[in-house]
């Protein structure tokens, strides 16, 4: 899908790797221990696509496709710490191997390399609209955690979650690819259109995968979301329209921070019974209909095509 940019996504490798290094020794050592977690790159690929249509090939886009991955690797290592999650792509998650204290300041660290590397660029609409998307993110975190446990969490609550932590980042990936092109205004919102819309996607399928995955493709354990106190569309959905025995479960699941066997069974069952993983994949369909029709405003091309088949890839994926 993204043949065209193979050798932009490995400079990006490489400036991840030369930028993670530093006289302390611990930061380039954590740095590739992140790295080579693997990850599915899809920001940076989506930035340099989305340039590539707009008519750049330039060293810019991978500079800030290194930008956008410094920042997305940022928000990872700090949420696992928030979620106390053990697992991150199938290995051990950085501050269970490094602790805490080290990985918030990983962290910090990533965040402030990815403003620097920014900044080497004279484009200040580049970095207002990566300061905005950072902000909107940490925001986003931030009323998660507000609404931790909260059952009662509404559909519209969790969209207005999502959308800063997951799906402004991918907005503001593929309006960069244009605004390094001759992308026009119109575009430009195509664009962030776009990649809006493939968030959102990519979130909601991440909120199925919690109930549909399986563990070892995941790389995490599954039904971690609901034991963590957090509220996804397809819980929203069964709260909405199961009966008491659902609302009981769920909320002792919340209280407990644990499901046994016979409580993900049920909770699976009750799922597929309302048919709310039904109601959630119909809703990221939504978005990802909305996603290919933002490019509409793109003539047809190499480009176009391999970013309209990123949302379907985006449904399809198992981890």
């Known amino acids: 899908m993204f043949e065209p940019i193979r050798e932009d996504l490995q400079r990006v490798e490489r400036e991840f790797a030369q930028h993670v290094q530093s006289q302390v020794e611990l930061i380039p050592t954590i740095g590739n221990y992140i790295q080579n977690s693997g990850g599915k790159r899809i920001r940076p690929a989506v930035l340099l696509m989305a340039a590539r249509m707009s008519g750049y090939s330039g060293e810019r886009a991978v500079l800030y496709a290194s930008v956008v991955e410094f920042v997305h690797t940022a928000t990872l290592v700090h949420d696992d710490i928030i979620d106390e999650s053990e697992l991150r792509r199938g290995r051990q998650a950085v501050h269970s191997r490094w602790g805490n204290d080290i990985t918030v300041l990983l962290g910090d660290f990533l965040y402030i390399k990815s403003m620097s590397l920014a900044l080497t660029q004279d484009r ?28 009662e969490l509404s559909e519209q609550e969790h969209f207005d979650i999502i959308r800063r932590k997951t799906a402004y980042l991918f907005a503001g990936c593929a309006k960069i690819g244009g605004m390094l092109g001759t992308a ?19 979130q909601l399928v991440d909120d199925l995968l919690d109930f549909t995955g399986e563990e070892v493709a995941l790389g995490k354990p599954v ?11 397809p819980i929203i959905h069964l709260l909405d329209t199961g009966d008491e025995r659902a609302a009981r479960l769920v909320r002792k699941i919340v209280d407990d921070r644990q499901a046994s066997i016979d409580e993900w069974r049920e909770i699976r069952a009750l799922l597929a019974q309302h048919q709310s993983i039904d109601y959630a994949y119909r809703t990221a369909v939504e978005f990802v209909e909305h996603a290919k029709q933002a490019l509409c405003v793109f003539p047809p091309g190499g480009e176009r095509d391999a970013l309209m088949a990123l949302p379907d890839y985006v449904l399809s994926r198992d981890r």
Do not use: H, P, S
Not at 184 to 202: H, K, R, S, V
């Open 124 to 151: 200040l609409d580049v970095i207002r609209l990566l300061c905005e998307v950072t902000l909107r993110m940490i925001e986003g975190e931030l009323y998660q955690l507000t609404k931790n446990g909260v059952v």
């Open 184 to 202: 026009t205004a119109e575009q430009q919102d195509g664009l962030w259109e776009y990649g809006y819309n493939i968030g959102m996607a990519f």
């Open 223 to 233: 039904g971690g979301d609901l034991c963590e106190g957090k509220m996804t569309l």
